[in-house]
């Protein structure tokens, strides 16, 4: 596609449910990041997804927190058991390589829990 | 990542040119400096990156010193749409170097 996309764009559940937010990547881009940003703050790297290898998943915040992709494409970020800190505009990213010549954002996906 | 240091806020008059400043002291050789913008409920939108020349495309222009501890984005002709949060992000080319650390910015306000 022209842009990432990212589904739903926002999402509201309760406290203790599980949700499962997509990521579409632009078509080539190898490599697939997952950031959160809390509300009025900076952005906070979650995980990292290159081809074929293992994921850098060290910004993954608890193990309530999974990801998964297929191959070079879609992505799916899992957070189980829902807590209201978990509050946050969770953003995908894709690149060409490692991102030296920079990074297409999508436009998040607004999480609340209540 | 190495640190950078923006001002929390500045404001333009529409038209007229703005000139937002990073210093990134600690920079190391191979870091990329890249700049980004944040416009309201929208993921950041790459804008320019450089090394150590000056770059230019047609979103802004980025001037580094030539000691690359500091570097500022110009943008020529400020719009209302310009208005945003904008990041200076050092990117090394090591492992790991895909993390990308984004601070708080600077929110830029454009007025009419």
């Known amino acids: 596609g022209a842009g990432v996309s990212q589904s739903p764009s926002n999402k509201v559940t309760e406290k203790g449910k599980d949700v499962e937010l997509r990521c579409d990547p632009i078509?080539?881009?190898?490599?697939l990041y997952w950031y959160r940003q809390r509300l009025g703050q900076g952005l906070e790297f979650l995980i990292y997804?290159?081809?074929?290898?293992?994921?850098?998943k060290s910004g993954l915040p608890s193990d309530r927190f999974s990801a998964e992709r297929t191959g070079e494409s879609v992505s799916t970020l899992t957070i189980q058991r829902t807590q209201q800190e978990d509050s946050a505009v969770y953003l995908c990213?894709?690149?060409?390589?490692?991102?030296?010549?920079?990074?297409?954002f999508g436009s998040g996906t607004r999480l609340t829990v209540v | 990542d190495a640190k950078t240091t923006q001002p929390n806020s500045m404001e333009s008059n529409e038209e007229e040119p703005v000139h937002l400043p990073c210093n990134h002291s600690?920079?190391?050789?191979?870091?990329?400096i890249h700049w980004y913008r944040q416009l309201p409920s929208q993921g950041p939108e790459y804008v320019i990156h450089?090394?150590?020349s000056n770059v230019n495309n047609r979103m802004a222009s980025l001037a580094i010193a030539e000691d690359r501890k500091s570097s500022t984005l110009i943008l020529h002709r400020a719009t209302l749409r310009d208005a945003a949060v904008y990041y200076c992000?050092?990117?090394?080319?090591?492992?790991?170097?895909?993390?990308?650390?984004f601070g708080k910015g600077t929110k830029l306000s454009v007025i009419p």
């Open positions: 990213a894709s690149s060409l390589a490692r991102g030296v010549y920079g990074y297409t």
């Open positions: 078509s080539g881009h190898t490599a």
């Open positions: 997804f290159q081809g074929n290898s293992a994921p850098d």
């Open positions: 600690t920079i190391s050789g191979t870091d990329y």
């Open positions: 450089g090394l150590t």
């Open positions: 992000i050092l990117r090394g080319s090591g492992a790991g170097s895909y993390q990308l650390t």
